[in-house]
T-cell receptor, first 111, second 114 residues
Framework: KQEVTQIPAALSVPEGENLVLNCSFT??????LQWFRQDPGKGLTSLLLIQSSQREQTSGRLNASLDKSSGRSTLYIAASQPGDSATYLCAPDNYGQNFVFGPGTRLSVLP | DGGITQSPKYLFRKEGQNVTLSCEQNLNHDAMYWYRQDPGQGLRLIYYSQIVNDFQKGDIAEGYSVSREKKESFPLTVTSAQKNPTAFYLC?????????????FGPGTRLTVT
């Protein structure tokens, strides 16, 4: 059964810093891994989807990498802004049937 | 304007009552999903449906029921058998399959049972 961990659980940084969020999963037999953002009391917003054949995906200041064989993904946020404050969730899929979610990293970017 | 709608945003019920949460999508997606989120935890899958008139149990299906009579709609009923129903419920949809697909989420329904 796929299990997902995310480190750190919480992170507080000053505005402008570059930062890395880590995601680890136990079963490398995945088709995709998706990164989401969740604001307090809201639904999830998709940030990036990485297919298993890809090593990374980029969208604006966000870059996600995937090392399927070692069961790891990282989300890199460049030049962080207060508007980036949210909880970030990673979700590898479960044999292509559905996604399995990590507990999230709660990010605070201080002005 | 395509998307997923969930209603209501907040729902309050007395213990012992069944309650149905609505989820509607106009993205023309075949697959739909229900998740539960508790404070400080990730999302846990309750039920999912890859196609109309078919659905499968997720990791925590006990005490819940669903139906999928229309492509656009996937209502979730929280029954009185669910021992701890107070939670944030999220609905999602996607194009099914093992290729490249993204899940899109609704805004969620916060259920409080007292």
């Amino acid at each position: 059964k796929q299990e997902v961990t995310q480190i750190p659980a919480a992170l507080s940084v000053p505005e402008g810093e570059n930062l890395v969020l880590n995601c680890s999963f136990t079963d490398s037999a995945i088709y995709n891994l998706q990164w989401f953002r969740q604001d307090p009391g809201k639904g999830l917003t998709s940030l990036l989807l990485i297919q298993s054949s890809q090593r990374e995906q980029t969208s604006g200041r966000l870059n996600a990498s995937l090392d399927k064989s070692s069961g790891r993904s990282t989300l890199y946020i460049a030049a962080s802004q207060p508007g980036d404050s949210a909880t970030y969730l990673c979700a590898p899929d479960n044999y292509g049937q559905n996604f399995v979610f990590g507990p999230g990293t709660r990010l605070s970017v201080l002005p | 304007d395509g998307g997923i709608t969930q209603s209501p945003k907040y729902l309050f019920r007395k213990e012992g009552q069944n309650v149905t949460l609505s989820c509607e999508q106009n993205l023309n997606h075949d697959a739909m999903y229900w998740y539960r989120q508790d404070p400080g935890q990730g999302l846990r899958l309750i039920y999912y449906s890859q196609i109309v008139n078919d659905f499968q149990k997720g990791d925590i299906a006990e005490g819940y029921s669903v139906s999928r009579e229309k492509k656009e709609s996937f209502p979730l009923t929280v029954t009185s058998a669910q021992k701890n129903p107070t939670a944030f419920y999220l609905c999602a949809s996607s194009i099914p399959g093992q290729g490249s697909y993204e899940q899109y989420f609704g805004p969620g329904t916060r259920l409080t049972v007292t």
